[in-house]
Each structure stands twice: as C-alpha cells, then as structure tokens.
C-alpha cells in the first residue's frame, strides 16, 4: 500500500509491524470502499512491482486479466523508476554540457505533451474567470 509496507520499517519493532498492517488494511478498506461507493463495477489488481520483475511473475499477461475483467492496475514502481533514470541521464548529459537524451530535441513538443496531459488550458481558462481583478 504505500512505502511503511517494506520489510526494514516493519521488522524495526512489534509496534511497528502492528502499524505496518493496520495502516495497509486500512488503506485496503478505503480502496475497496471508495470502490463501492463510487457504484462503478470494476476488479483492482495490484501488481507492485510487477513493472520490474514482469507481468509475466503475476501468471498471467495484462491481456489476459484484462479478458477477465480486470482495469485497474496499480504499478506504482515502474513510472518511478521511469522518471529516476529520465533524471539521472538529463542530469548527466547536462553536467557534460551535452543536450538531454531523453528529448532528443523535442523539448517544446513534451512540454505540449505535459500541458495537455494536465489540462493547463482549462486550468487557464478556469482561472481568467475566477481571478478577482
């Protein structure tokens, strides 16, 4: 559920193991019960760290859970690790004085990329007419 669940913080004490798995059943039963009352039919599927070690680890492909229904899968390590080594290149390159590989010089388009993908123009726009002036 979130990064207490690692078996360092929850091996540290008894207290902390009681912590680990009441705040990971807890964060299970908001989940679950947002779920409901959101009255929309769906299956979650948490696969960790599945984006590291394959989907292939979970027994099945993503097009087969998804043929079971499945829609929402959690992998909140692959985009991180993603994001990590995009950093530590551009960093690099630019400490070289080198231009940042993983644009490879379409800086401007991602940047579109990243204003749509939030919504900016709406967010503008809902701006423009809220702002006192």
Sequence with gaps: ?????????SMKS?????YTVSNNLNATNNLLAA???SGVDLHIVHLGTMGVYGYGAAGMSIPELA???YRIIVDP?????????????AYAAIAK????PTLE???????E???ETIGLAAMLAIERQTVER
Excluded: C, I, N
């Design 14 to 18: 008894s207290f902390h193991k009681r």
């Design 1 to 9: 559920m979130d990064a207490r669940g690692l078996a360092p913080y």
């Design 35 to 37: 779920v409901v009352e």
């Design 113 to 115: 990329a990243v204003h």
């Design 67 to 69: 043929s079971l229904g």
């Design 77 to 89: 390590a692959t985009p991180l690790l993603a994001a990590h080594k995009a950093m530590r290149l």
């Design 105 to 111: 010089g379409h800086a401007k388009e991602e940047q």
């Design 97 to 100: 004085g080198l231009p940042d």
